[in-house]
């Protein structure tokens, strides 16, 4: 593994944010959901693909803040465009699971 500088850390922007709308895709490789995340007034909205679909329902995604890099440029996934990339760990089935905090934060904040 590489180790990288402080300086280099500080060049991810990892912002929480709330899913404020998700949305099936359908033409996705592997099954997806189309997230729209608030990331506070400084970013705004921005739609994010995630491949979550086996632990979490869209009941479950409303309203849920999530950790999300914001600083790595869109990607193109099939005909969508993902904004950001939200962040999860991979659990004993290699299912991800969503990186969130554990209490209520303004949308927006930075991870330090």
């Known amino acids: ?8 850390f500080l060049k ?3 912002r929480v944010g709330s899913i404020v709308d998700v949305q099936p895709f359908p033409e996705a490789r592997k099954p997806a959901w189309k997230l729209t995340i608030d990331l ?23 309203g849920r803040q999530v950790a999300c890099v914001v600083n790595l440029g869109p990607r193109q ?5 993902s904004e950001v990339l ?5 659990d004993a089935q290699g299912n991800v699971v969503l990186v969130m ?7 927006g904040g930075r991870l330090f």
């Not at 593994?1 to 280099?8: A, E, L, Y």
Request: proline content about 12%.
């Open 101 to 107: 905090p554990e209490r209520p934060v303004p949308n």
């Open 1 to 8: 593994m590489t180790q990288i500088t402080f300086d280099d």
């Open 12 to 14: 991810t922007d990892i």
């Open 86 to 90: 939200t962040l999860g760990f991979p």
């Open 40 to 62: 506070g007034p400084e970013i705004g909205l921005k739609r994010s693909s995630a491949q979550i679909t086996t632990l979490y329902t869209q009941g479950d995604l409303l």
């Open 77 to 81: 996934i099939g005909p969508f465009i």
